[in-house]
C-alpha cells in the first residue's frame, strides 16, 4: 500500500489546517498508510487533534522556522518513507519544490488554496514560482477562479496543461447537519434570545477584513451583537471597537473548539475579506443553515451564488444593510436558511477525497 504524506508549514487555526484535519481522518478512515508533516510545531492546533485520532504527525521544529534553509534537509530526511507528496500552502511548498530535485522518484502533488498573494505582487517572483510548480506532477486548485489566477500568473507551456485541476473543499456535511447550538447563556456575554447575533470566525491576518465588520455595527441597532472567533493580533480590531464604543456589543472569543456550536447558535455568519481561494468556513456554516454574508470578491460570489449575501468588499454601510435585509424579512431568512443547506450538500468531503484519490492514481506507476 502506497505511503501518503500532507505537507503543510504549521497546522494551527485557518481553513488549509482544517482541510489538511479532515482529508488525513478521512483517509485514515479509508485504510490508507496517511501521515501529517507541519514545519513546525507553534500555534498547533489540528496536529494534537490528529494525534488523538491515531494519525501520525511529524514537527521539523518547535520554533518559526518556516522560511530557513533547515527545512530542505529536515525534509529530505523525513520524506524518504513516502510515495505521494502532497504539499500544501508556501513556503511548504516551496521546500517541498526544493526536495524533489534530490528525492526525484517520488510523486508529488499540490494543492493551489489560495486566489492570489502577496508574490504575485513582485514581477520577478513569477520565475520562481513557474519553477515551483513547474516541479510537482499534479498540481490542484480548490476552485475555478484559483486555477485561472495561477495559470494567468504562471503561463504554464501546453506541455505542461494536463497537470493542471480543480477539485472543490468538502467538509464533513453529516457532522456540521447535526451541530446542536450552544445555548446563549453559556456564552458569558450580555446576550439575550432576543438580540441578532452576528459572528466572524476568521484569522485575524490578512486577508481577513474584520474591521469592516466593526464599522458596520455602528449602523446597526443595540438589539445587534457581534462575535468574533479567531487567533492572531487583535489590537487594531480592538482599538477601533474601543474608539467606536462598542464594547458591550462586540466580543473576541479566541480561538474555540466549540466554534461550530457557537456558529450554529448565531443568526448570522458573515465572512468579510480582500480576498478568499474557495471560502470552507462559508459552507460549514450553510451546512448549519446559518445565512453567511460574504464580500464580494473572487469565489465567495459563486459559493454563495445571492446577490442578497453579498456586500461591496470593504464597505460597511453596504454589509450593515445586508444584515438589516435579512433579518428584517423573516419570510426571506427562512427561504435562504433553506437554500444554504441545499447549497451545501454540492461540498461533501467523501467526494473531495475520491477525486484527490483518482489524481493520486494518476501519477503511481
Known amino acids: 500500500m502506497q505511503k501518503i504524506v500532507l505537507v503543510n508549514h504549521d497546522l494551527g487555526?485557518?481553513?488549509?489546517?482544517?482541510?489538511?484535519?479532515?482529508?488525513?481522518?478521512?483517509?485514515?478512515?479509508?485504510?490508507?498508510?496517511?501521515?501529517?508533516?507541519?514545519?513546525?510545531?507553534?500555534?498547533?492546533?489540528?496536529?494534537?487533534?490528529?494525534?488523538?485520532?491515531?494519525?501520525?504527525?511529524?514537527?521539523?521544529?518547535?520554533?518559526?522556522?518556516?522560511?530557513?534553509?533547515?527545512?530542505?534537509?529536515?525534509?529530505?530526511?523525513?520524506?524518504?518513507?513516502?510515495?505521494?507528496?502532497?504539499?500544501?500552502?508556501?513556503?511548504?511548498?516551496?521546500?517541498?519544490?526544493?526536495?524533489?530535485?534530490?528525492?526525484?522518484?517520488?510523486?508529488?502533488?499540490?494543492?493551489?488554496?489560495?486566489?492570489?498573494?502577496?508574490?504575485?505582487?513582485?514581477?520577478?517572483?513569477?520565475?520562481?514560482?513557474?519553477?515551483?510548480?513547474?516541479?510537482?506532477?499534479?498540481?490542484?486548485?480548490?476552485?475555478?477562479?484559483?486555477?485561472?489566477?495561477?495559470?494567468?500568473w504562471i503561463i504554464p507551456s501546453k506541455e505542461q496543461a494536463h497537470k493542471f485541476f480543480v477539485i472543490n473543499n468538502g467538509i464533513n456535511l453529516e457532522r456540521y447537519y447535526q451541530v446542536i447550538p450552544l445555548r446563549r447563556e453559556s456564552l458569558n456575554f450580555s446576550v439575550s434570545d432576543q438580540d441578532v447575533l452576528i459572528c466572524m470566525a476568521a484569522r485575524f491576518s490578512p486577508p481577513k477584513d474584520q474591521l469592516t465588520l466593526i464599522r458596520s455595527m455602528t449602523e446597526l441597532d443595540e438589539k445587534y451583537k457581534l462575535l468574533l472567533l479567531g487567533h492572531g493580533d487583535t489590537a487594531k480590531e480592538v482599538n477601533l471597537v474601543n474608539q467606536l464604543k462598542l464594547s458591550h456589543r462586540v466580543f473576541f472569543m479566541g480561538y474555540r473548539l466549540d466554534a461550530d456550536k457557537i456558529i450554529k447558535s448565531c443568526d448570522i455568519a458573515v465572512l468579510s475579506t480582500d480576498f478568499e481561494g474557495f471560502g470552507l468556513v462559508v459552507v460549514e456554516s450553510m451546512a448549519m443553515g446559518i445565512p453567511t454574508i460574504c464580500s464580494d470578491v473572487d469565489e465567495l460570489s459563486n459559493l454563495v451564488g445571492n446577490e442578497s449575501l453579498l456586500f461591496e468588499k470593504g464597505n460597511a454601510t453596504d454589509l450593515a444593510l445586508k444584515i438589516k435585509n435579512l433579518v428584517e424579512n423573516k419570510e426571506k431568512y427562512l427561504k435562504i436558511v433553506q437554500g444554504c443547506i441545499i447549497k451545501s450538500q454540492k461540498y461533501s468531503l467523501t467526494k473531495m477525497v475520491d477525486e484527490y484519490l483518482k489524481v493520486y492514481d494518476m501519477v503511481l506507476p
Not at 501529517?36 to 488523538?52: A, H, N, P
Not at 500544501?88 to 502533488?109: D, E, G
Open 13 to 152: 487555526q485557518g481553513g488549509v489546517s482544517k482541510f489538511i484535519y479532515d482529508v488525513a481522518l478521512e483517509y485514515k478512515k479509508r485504510g490508507l498508510r496517511i501521515s501529517v508533516i507541519s514545519l513546525t510545531s507553534m500555534s498547533d492546533i489540528y496536529g494534537k487533534e490528529l494525534q488523538k485520532e491515531g494519525v501520525d504527525v511529524i514537527y521539523l521544529s518547535d520554533k518559526d522556522e518556516k522560511y530557513s534553509i533547515k527545512n530542505l534537509f529536515r525534509l529530505i530526511k523525513k520524506l524518504k518513507p513516502f510515495d505521494i507528496v502532497h504539499a500544501n500552502t508556501y513556503p511548504a511548498q516551496a521546500w517541498t519544490a526544493c526536495v524533489s530535485i534530490f528525492l526525484n522518484k517520488k510523486h508529488y502533488i499540490l494543492t493551489e488554496h489560495a486566489t492570489t498573494n502577496n508574490r504575485r505582487r513582485k514581477k520577478w517572483f513569477r520565475y520562481i514560482d513557474s519553477w515551483m510548480y513547474s516541479r510537482f506532477n499534479k498540481v490542484v486548485s480548490v476552485s475555478n477562479e484559483t486555477n485561472r489566477n495561477l495559470k494567468k
